[in-house]
């Protein structure tokens, strides 16, 4: 079983965290940066560490201590992601942001997604930094979109625009379902995974 290190000194989000990987991972929990980075120092293999950025008071500061361990795939996690503060954050490192009680489906998907080489980042924090990307830069069609059916361009466009798929689905008047499908055609024809990676295909 793999195991995931966890800081938190609250242990409501300690006992949250670890009932949602039971099961699935072993979990070593740490009240003390300062022991979590001992505990990194005597690994050499990749280590996911989620870590609550409430139990941190200098939270620039902690990111960069942990950059000196490359082997550590690290996540943050707030009880009230902000979009701004959480987009500040993005160079320092780390693979995912979200909310610190995430479900424990979520969850798991947010581990196999970073596990397979992917970030991971809560939903509003993905169409901001998109909507800010797009603001400044010119968009381009890139070469993918010749591979893509009349409605999957629609839609490969309303991604870069930055709508959601509640939002496409609206405004194409299709389901849900049929969003996901199209979108998912549009990622293997691109070549990508996620919508950021999409959008920055765009980028001039």
Same mark, same amino acid.
């Given at each position: 079983?793999?195991?995931?290190?966890?800081?938190?000194?609250?242990?409501?989000?300690?006992?949250?965290?670890?009932?949602?990987?039971?099961?699935?991972?072993?979990?070593?929990?740490?009240?003390?940066?300062?022991?979590?980075?001992?505990?990194?120092?005597?690994?050499?293999?990749?280590?996911?560490?989620?870590?609550?950025?409430?139990?941190?008071? +200098?939270? *620039?500061?902690? %990111? @960069?201590? /942990?950059?000196?361990?490359?082997?550590?795939?690290?996540? &943050? $996690?707030?009880? !009230?992601?902000?979009?701004?503060?959480?987009?500040?954050?993005?160079?320092?490192?780390?693979?995912?942001?979200?909310?610190?009680?995430? +479900?424990? *489906?979520?969850? %798991? @998907?947010? /581990?196999?997604?970073?596990?397979?080489?992917?970030?991971? &980042? $809560?939903?509003? !924090?993905?169409?901001?930094?998109?909507?800010?990307?797009?603001?400044?830069?010119?968009?381009?069609?890139?070469?993918?979109?010749?591979?893509?059916? *009349?409605?999957?361009?629609?839609?490969?466009?309303?991604?870069?625009?930055?709508?959601?798929?509640?939002?496409?689905?609206?405004?194409?008047?299709?389901?849900?379902?049929?969003?996901?499908?199209?979108?998912?055609?549009?990622?293997?024809?691109?070549?990508?995974?996620?919508?950021?990676?999409?959008?920055?295909?765009?980028?001039?």
């Amino acid at each position: 079983m793999k195991k995931i290190l966890l800081f938190t000194n609250m242990s409501s989000i300690q006992k949250h965290w670890e009932r949602a990987l039971e099961n699935s991972y072993e979990t070593l929990c740490f009240e003390s940066f300062d022991a979590l980075l001992k505990e990194l120092g005597s690994q050499k293999e990749k280590t996911i560490v989620m870590v609550d950025e409430m139990s941190i008071s +200098n939270i *620039e500061d902690a %990111l @960069q201590k /942990l950059k000196e361990y490359p082997h550590a795939v690290v996540l &943050l $996690f707030h009880a !009230l992601p902000e979009v701004y503060h959480a987009s500040t954050l993005l160079s320092s490192g780390i693979k995912g942001y979200e909310n610190t009680y995430i +479900n424990k *489906e979520n969850l %798991l @998907q947010m /581990l196999h997604a970073v596990e397979n080489g992917k970030n991971w &980042l $809560f939903a509003d !924090l993905t169409y901001f930094i998109i909507s800010k990307f797009m603001q400044s830069k010119k968009k381009n069609e890139p070469d993918f979109i010749s591979l893509l059916t *009349e409605k999957e361009k629609d839609i490969a466009l309303m991604i870069a625009e930055g709508l959601s798929n509640k939002e496409i689905a609206q405004r194409e008047k299709i389901a849900l379902s049929t969003v996901k499908g199209h979108i998912h055609h549009i990622f293997e024809k691109a070549g990508v995974t996620d919508r950021i990676s999409l959008v920055l295909k765009f980028k001039s």
